[in-house]
């Protein structure tokens, strides 16, 4: 049975066409026995692998994920990024731009293994697009463009793997570019990402010249004879070196095999005892096999990085990828999860994505841990202390899905109508099930009870401080309500756009990631919603700190009512580092105070902590070292907090304020023609460089910048390098402000300039 009448069975349209398709690329193949399709979807947990496509924007996510969907038999014909035209790329403003906005998931079969892939944006702007993926995926492909080497963000979603232990392999990909270097892309892994590189295979040919590659483990050359360039790459010769072959590359070949066995004994001791028992005398006979599984070990235990290179664009090298996902990276019950052992058997999941569709509401992306998700059943919202219905039951397909009765675990599903989940939220199959999971986290000893079943709770997505600021207005007041709306859905969809109303104008401020992800959300309000919005000059968030220490002391007296309120507090507050901001309390204070008040004195101060005293900006680097709290017997919790509060306001007034500005780290890559005028250009907006690096025929230049001077950058380094640059800005800390800036900012936000 062919894609497109599953669709008509289904009641979904095409993904391209929007009807029920039977042409062209726009379907693949499932089973010709619908009563398979069941244990299709659910296939064994050893064969799943649940993997993400990470990389530098423009190093070809999007172009190695398509071909993987090709050559699996998902599409019928090769998309394009620049026709616009791939599965993944759906959204209107990504085939505009050319780039990669949301993740998006994909499933799709590869020699009897069920692949669950996630094309992860590379722009800095969607960096938790990548965290939330990682969070819930095994293992992690990245692509690197092998003329350019590690790229600044790059190393970005390379921490973010690290941080969720994620097992990785490298693509060196566009090995056909003049300028590709293996050797200098093997160093930059080395020595950028601190990881040992395992080189899997060699290259065969250069440039234009690159025709294929040496597999080190078996020896086999792989040749793609490429009649056009719209030869689809499916066919290639796979044949082992001979004699006869070129002597340069037996050489290499040689070497690097030597170099290989060498490197795996060193990281992984089973191969090496293996080794030394019975490949002694001759290296050269270690069965390919043996060699795998070790290499397999390493990769798992994030020892090494397997290597791998080829061309997606020009279909060569993506097949071995594919051989080496389901060889190398791990499958679902390969990977420890703490919580997951309290639920055994019983359902647990965790939702890491929300999308709103038209007709189906909000649709939950959910990674299956333990238990099974069945359709038209109600489930339990541990963080919400809720239970929902959910309706039906989907397999992700891009922006297409199949329905399916049930889901088991280690798979990636979709939910329908979950309206109250949200992304980092912990689905379990009932409150009950919560319970007795907690009970037997606490009874095995290792863990202590915090609240209500925290301990039973999958860990969310850390979701980081928006950087730039702006408003947003609708073209009505009637029209406020259905602005509201649009916003409240696209927050749950994108957890790293805030939304506020600022309490002097009343206006609604967008907070987001930077130029781009604003200029996204106005956009897809205006096309998705019907909505056209006015946006207002974008802000930046700005910090505060104080100068110096000091002590204050406030005494509050009031009468509500028949009930007199009298409280007197005693503080100081000093500067501390940025990282370790703190409240300190007495030893006799402690026992003094009541376990109430205690909390309504820390209210006040973290209250006190959201306006600075220069421009009202979230103070940071401050710690508070509360002296004393006199109050008379009936006084109220809430006017120890207001006393604490204002008395916090006289001593911060009292240590001098200082604004802090955020200042990002900028790398540009431009040709060396160009360099004067670029590093000009800096210097009008107060930025530092830190190095300047050759890449090829370019430049790299490293540098730090204040957040305020880079409004409309990208528009100027396209006019100033007549679009022959590329940039990456991403937050590197917050540094204090020069008096010159710092009152030049004062005279702007009073209105005076």
């Known amino acids: 049975m062919v894609w497109g009448r599953y669709l008509l069975t289904a009641g979904l349209q095409c993904c391209r066409c929007r009807v029920t398709c039977h042409v062209k690329r726009h379907y693949s193949f499932l089973p010709d026995d619908v009563k398979s399709l069941r244990t299709v979807i659910n296939p064994d947990i050893a064969k799943i692998r649940n993997i993400g496509i990470m990389a530098h924007i423009d190093a070809g996510k999007t172009t190695t994920t398509e071909r993987m969907l090709f050559y699996s038999g998902y599409t019928r014909a090769l998309g394009d990024v620049d026709d616009g035209d791939t599965v993944t790329d759906f959204m209107a403003q990504e085939r505009e731009r050319g780039i990669t906005i949301q993740s998006a998931a994909v499933t799709f079969d590869w020699k009897n293994h069920r692949i669950n892939l996630i094309d992860t944006p590379g722009h800095v702007d969607f960096t938790l697009e990548v965290e939330r993926a990682l969070r819930v995926l095994d293992g992690a492909v990245a692509v690197i463009d092998a003329s350019a080497g590690v790229e600044a963000q790059t190393l970005t979603v390379w921490r973010q793997a690290e941080k969720h232990h994620v097992p990785c392999v490298c693509f060196l990909n566009k090995m056909d570019k003049p300028t590709a270097n293996l050797s200098l892309s093997i160093e930059t892994i080395r020595q950028k990402l601190k990881a040992n590189p395992i080189i899997l295979q060699i290259p065969v040919g250069s440039g234009r010249s690159f025709t294929g590659v040496v597999d080190l483990l078996t020896n086999q050359k792989l040749i793609w004879k490429l009649s056009s360039l719209s ?3 499916r066919l290639f010769e796979s044949k082992p070196l001979k004699q006869s072959d070129d002597s340069d590359l037996l050489q290499e070949v040689s070497e690097a095999r030597a170099a290989l066995i060498e490197q795996v004994a060193d990281l992984d001791d089973e191969f090496a005892e293996m080794l030394l028992t019975d490949f002694s005398d001759n290296f050269d006979m270690v069965p390919p096999p043996k060699l795998q599984e070790a290499v397999r070990r390493i990769t798992l235990s994030r020892r090494g990085v397997p290597v791998l290179c080829g061309s997606s664009l020009r279909n060569k090298g993506v097949q071995p990828l594919l051989d080496a996902i389901t060889a190398y990276l791990p499958a679902p019950n390969e990977r420890q999860h703490d919580v997951v052992q309290w639920y055994k058997d019983d359902l647990c999941a965790l939702a890491f994505k929300v999308l709103h569709d038209k007709q189906r509401g909000p649709l939950v992306f959910l990674r299956i841990y333990s238990g099974a998700l069945k359709a038209q059943t109600a489930i339990h919202n541990i963080n919400r202390n809720s239970t929902e219905r959910m309706s039906r039951l989907l397999v992700p397909f891009a922006d297409q899905h199949v329905e399916v009765p049930s889901m088991s675990a280690g798979n990636i599903a979709l939910a329908v109508g979950l309206k109250q989940t949200v992304t980092g939220d912990t689905i379990v199959s009932s409150k009950a099930s919560a319970a007795a999971a907690a009970r037997c986290a606490q009874d095995s000893g290792t863990v202590k009870k915090n609240g209500e079943h925290v301990n039973v709770v999958l860990s ?11 408003t947003i207005e609708p073209p009505t007041m009637s029209k406020q309500d259905d602005l509201e709306n649009a916003l409240k859905c696209l927050q749950r969809e994108d957890p790293s756009l805030k939304v506020r109303v600022d309490p002097d104008s009343g206006q609604t401020v ?3 990631m930077g130029e781009l992800h604003i200029e996204i959300i106005h956009d897809r309000i205006r096309r998705e919603y019907g909505i056209e919005t006015h946006l207002g000059p974008l802000q930046v968030a700005y910090r505060e700190t104080i100068l110096r220490d000091a002590s204050a002391t406030d005494m509050l007296d009031r009468t509500l009512g028949e009930k007199r309120h009298v409280v007197t507090v005693a503080l100081s507050v000093r500067p501390v580092e940025p990282s370790s901001p703190g409240l300190e309390f007495t030893e006799e204070l402690r026992a003094q105070l009541s376990q109430e008040m205690m909390a309504a004195v820390e209210n006040g101060v973290l209250s006190s902590y959201l306006q600075g005293p220069v421009l009202g900006y979230p103070l940071q680097g401050v710690s508070t070292s509360i002296q004393s709290v006199n109050m008379e017997p009936g006084t109220s919790p809430a006017m120890v907090s207001a006393c604490v509060s204002r008395c916090m306001l006289k001593a911060l007034r009292l240590a001098g304020g200082q604004v802090l500005e955020p200042v990002m780290s900028l790398d540009v890559t431009v040709g060396e023609e160009y360099l004067g005028s670029v590093l000009g250009d800096l210097a009008q907006r107060r930025g530092t460089v830190r190095e300047i690096q050759s890449r090829h025929d370019d430049k790299v230049l490293l540098a730090a910048v204040p957040l305020a001077e880079m409004m409309g950058y ?9 679009g022959n640059a590329t940039f990456s ?25």
Do not use: H, I, W
């Open 729 to 753: 800005l991403e937050l590197d800390t917050y540094e204090a402000m020069n008096p010159q800036d710092q009152n030049a900012l004062l005279k702007r936000m009073a209105g005076l300039l």
């Open 231 to 233: 030869d689809d790459g």
């Open 510 to 512: 967008l907070c987001g």
């Open 714 to 722: 990208s528009t100027n380094l396209r006019t100033l390098t007549s």
């Open 460 to 470: 969310g997505v850390e979701v980081p401080d928006p950087v730039f600021f702006c």
